[in-house]
């Protein structure tokens, strides 16, 4: 007999950034920037798959413990992301976002079906929810900040030389 695999979908609706989506896009398309918002993931990597795919690893904390993570993701801009988790906890788990324009704000939801072999089945849920509530936590406030500081930027008026 084999090992029981369990699945769970899990729906996240009704997340905002607090910008617009295509500066959510291109705060998504700043590996750097982006990466460095993420508090549970460190020694990121990343190798292009297609123009619209890649693979990213790192070492991913979950229940507080760090251990090796792998994922293919596909970019669909402005509409989504789909992310295949390739190796660790979730490994085989699919998630997939979905970004819509509120004016100057993005709407995103999530929704994915999850699974683990290493994780008793009651756990699944609990850390698919703990790793979309990682992921948003520390985009928000960072898509945040950087849509500020630019709109800061470009809003400044230019001095203008008074005419004796």
């Known amino acids: 007999m084999g090992v029981l695999v369990t699945m769970v979908f899990v729906r996240d609706e009704g997340a905002t950034f607090d910008a617009p989506l295509d500066f959510v896009w291109k705060y998504l ?26 693979i990213y690893s790192c070492e991913r904390l979950l229940r507080g413990k760090w251990s090796p993570d792998k994922m293919r993701m596909t970019m669909f801009p402005p509409v989504g992301v789909g992310i295949e988790f390739l190796e660790g906890v979730l490994a085989g788990s699919k998630v ?8 100057e704000k993005t709407g995103i939801d999530a929704y994915g079906e999850f699974t683990s072999k290493t994780l008793a089945p009651g756990e699944v849920e609990a850390v698919a929810r703990e790793f979309l509530d990682n992921e948003f936590r520390d985009d928000a406030p960072s898509v945040r900040a950087a849509y500020l500081k630019e709109r ?6 230019t001095q203008k030389r008074k005419t004796p």
Do not use: L, M, Q
């Open 96 to 103: 997939i976002y979905i970004y819509s324009p509120k004016g």
């Open 29 to 54: 398309g700043d590996g750097d920037v982006h990466d460095a918002a993420h508090t549970t993931s460190r020694n990121p990597g990343f190798e292009k798959f297609s123009e619209i795919t890649f």
């Open 152 to 157: 800061g930027a470009a809003g400044k008026p």
